[in-house]
C-alpha cells in the first residue's frame, strides 16, 4: 500500500509510472492505493519487494504487508447496498477513465 504525491505533473507522471509497473508484475488493485499479489513464499515475495522497492518514487511512502494464504482467507468484505460492483467495473461499465 502506498502514498504518493500527485500536486505536480511530474508526481502524477512518477504515480501513474509506479502504479504501471505494480500491474505489470501481477499486482492487482485492491484499493485505489492498495495492491495485492498472491505469491508461493516469502522469499519470492522478499524479492518482489526488493524489486518494486528500486522505483518508489521521491517523496513517497510504501509499505509491504506480508500475510499468508490462511490469514487473507480469513479476510470479510462487505458492500453497502448500492456497492454490488467495485470501482474498477463501474468505470469500466460507464466507460470512463482513469487518469493520472
Same mark, same amino acid.
Given at each position: 500500500m502506498f502514498d504518493i504525491p500527485v500536486r505536480t505533473k511530474t508526481e502524477i507522471r512518477q504515480a501513474t509510472r509506479f502504479r504501471n509497473l505494480l500491474l505489470d508484475e501481477g499486482?492487482?488493485?485492491?484499493?485505489? %492505493?492498495?495492491?495485492?499479489?498472491?505469491?508461493? %513464499?516469502? %522469499?519470492?515475495?522478499?524479492?518482489i519487494t526488493q524489486n518494486v522497492s528500486k522505483f518508489i518514487p521521491d517523496n513517497s511512502s510504501v509499505s509491504?504487508?506480508?500475510?499468508?494464504?490462511?490469514?487473507?482467507m480469513m479476510t470479510k468484505n462487505y458492500l453497502g447496498r448500492k456497492n454490488e460492483e467495485n470501482e474498477e467495473?463501474?468505470?469500466?461499465?460507464?466507460?470512463?477513465?482513469?487518469?493520472f
Open positions: 499486482f492487482m488493485m485492491k484499493q485505489f %492505493s492498495v495492491y495485492i499479489k498472491p505469491v508461493k %513464499s516469502l %522469499s519470492v515475495a522478499q524479492t509491504f504487508i506480508y500475510i499468508t494464504d490462511k490469514q487473507y467495473q463501474i468505470r469500466e461499465k460507464n466507460g470512463q477513465l482513469l487518469l
